[in-house]
């Protein structure tokens, strides 16, 4: 797995791939986008001093016929929320399987779980267990015969008076735990395309929290125009809303609100650029449309109508609150589908930092203007209440990776064959996505790591080089940690198990496909701090 790398002008860049609307659409917000006032502080004077002098700012792109189609799109840093965002122990146990469930059985008639749903730390056997069904509503993909229900580890009754329900065609699958995390490589022969590498991961996930009809929220990071790896990749949309569809979900939703230097929403409903327009740009919408989905755009909906104050976890870090959209209290369940890529100020964008893209304008500029908690911050917008209860899992597909700079352009790596990693867990979906990315960036020429002087002065001028985008919250440097050293020094990691209760002891890692070269095995042992726990 060779990465490769060209160097693009800033024209070719910026002109690669657009269409007339969005050409359109950056003409019209240039003068929009920076603040002439602003630009003259003498902060921003060094800022730009720094950023020429090419500090930590490479701008070399390798497989260059991918480049993005709105050029750098601002190496400053947009809030991209990179990565799924399944937050670590969000699905509880339910502590039983449905009678007749097979791989992506339903369950059963007999009813539903009644404790243990949604839970942190779920009691053990998480209340009982799944009461046995009657053979499961549907016939999974690759299910077996049920033999009635089975009974929770510290359930009330065994669930045993289920009736066997008709096995599912292909083989017999055990799902994989919540805290596991699937690290899956499949070649050529084995998955021609992304989307069929996603599905066969997809096979070893558990499913048994979808219901017939039930709607999903799919959550993208589409920070700019630029396409995968500068966002999500269109063929994870693809893959994800297939198996979805295929198990019976009803309505399949797909969205996102693209970074701040890209797409704007203030008080009143004004709006400078759209998230729909950069969609259309990168491939997503139409991934979205093709697939069968629903596209759904944040900065489309009522600023005030729209959103609502979310539950944040107690001794939160938001003393003003944060507001995200209502979308979240319509739908039954969420799945994140990050991108692997750095980030010039948070340094990495993975699962954690995805939940960006949920903030109202107002809460996301508190989150970069009080920045001294700002990993706090972002990670614990995944833990309110709302979306706590309805995440489901995180399933990042890096065809390629952005490896250096970040968040909308850098040195790319190309990932033949392509890496998937997927959990329930959104913690351990990060710690093993960091190491990859990481790992990737080390071998890649052109590869950069997390420059801490640098994030900071980019960060303290970020809201205020952007015309219009204001708020009175108070201000404080960003306080960095160093992702690219180890997973105790990943601040999003370390305040994601605070709120779980405490860090792992070990985390599963299932590998699936080929196994993964001994560079990568090694680096993943170095970065994980002998966390990681390898099974097939």
């Not at 992304?194 to 996930?205: D, N, P, S, T, Y």
């Not at 969205?255 to 650029?273: L, N, S, T």
């Not at 003003?320 to 994140?336: A, D, Q, S, T």
């Not at 599963?508 to 095995?521: C, D, H, M, S, T």
Request: glycine share 16%; hydrophobic share 35%; charged share 15%.
């Amino acid at each position: 797995m060779d990465g490769k790398k060209n160097k693009l002008t800033e024209s070719s860049f910026k002109n690669s791939r657009k269409p007339k609307k969005q050409t359109a659409l950056a003409t019209r917000n240039k003068s929009a986008w920076l603040n002439p006032q602003a630009m003259k502080r003498r902060e921003f004077v060094r800022l730009a001093a720094i950023s020429t002098a090419g500090l930590s700012l490479p701008l070399t792109i390798s497989c260059g016929e991918d480049s993005g189609s709105n050029g750098g799109g601002g190496s400053g840093g947009g809030d991209i929320g990179s990565g799924g965002n399944n937050a670590a122990g969000f699905s509880g146990s339910t502590g039983g399987t449905p009678a007749g469930a097979g791989s992506g059985g339903i369950t059963g008639a007999g009813g539903t779980p009644t404790a243990g749903t949604n839970d942190i730390n779920p009691p053990a056997g998480g209340g009982g267990g799944v009461p046995a069904g009657s053979g499961g509503a549907t016939a999974g993909s690759g299910g077996t015969a049920g033999a009635g229900g089975t009974a929770g580890a510290g359930g009330d009754t065994a669930g045993t008076g289920g009736t066997a329900g008709t096995a599912g065609e292909g083989p017999e699958q055990t799902p994989t735990g919540k805290s596991d995390v699937v690290l899956a490589i499949h070649d050529a022969q084995q998955a021609s395309t992304g989307e069929q590498a996603v599905r066969l991961v997809l096979k070893e996930m558990d499913f048994s929290w979808l219901s017939p009809g039930d709607s999903v929220f799919i959550k993208l990071a589409c920070n700019s125009g630029n396409p995968h790896p500068a966002v999500t990749s269109p063929q994870a949309v693809r893959g994800v809303v297939a198996e979805l569809l295929e198990r019976g979900a009803g309505r399949v939703i797909v969205g996102d609100k693209a970074g701040i230097e890209h797409v704007r929403h203030f008080a009143g409903d004004q709006r400078h650029g759209a998230t729909r327009d950069l969609m259309q740009s990168n491939g997503l919408l139409a991934a979205i449309e093709e697939s069968g989905a629903e596209a759904y755009f944040f900065d489309e909906l009522g600023f005030d109508t729209g959103y609502f104050q979310a539950t944040p976890p107690t001794a939160n870090n938001w003393p003003r609150g944060l507001r995200v959209p209502n979308i979240i209290k319509e739908v039954n369940h969420i799945i994140y589908i990050p991108r692997l890529g750095f980030h010039i100020i948070a340094g990495c964008s993975l699962a954690l930092k995805c939940a960006v893209g949920w903030l109202r304008d107002d809460s996301r500029h508190d989150m970069h203007n009080d920045a001294a908690k700002f990993y706090a911050k972002y990670t614990e917008v995944n833990f309110v209440d709302e979306i706590r209860s309805r995440f489901r899992m995180a399933i990042s597909l890096s065809e390629k990776m952005l490896v250096s700079s970040g968040p909308d352009s850098g040195t790319i790596y190309t990932a033949q064959p392509p890496v998937v990693i997927a959990s329930a867990d959104i913690a351990n979906h990060d710690a093993v996505a960091s190491a990859v990315l990481v790992h990737y960036a080390k071998v890649t020429p052109g590869g950069g790591t997390y420059n801490t002087v640098m994030a900071p002065m980019v960060n303290s001028g970020f809201p205020a080089m952007i015309q219009g985008w204001t708020s009175d919250a108070p201000a404080s440097a960003l306080a960095t940690r160093a992702f690219d050293q180890g997973v105790s020094q990943d601040g999003a990691l370390t305040r994601a198990w605070e709120l779980i209760g405490g860090r792992p002891t070990s985390i599963p890692v299932r590998l699936l496909g080929q196994a993964p070269e001994e560079a990568l095995k090694s680096f993943l042992d170095t970065h994980g701090e002998g966390l990681f726990q390898f099974t097939t």
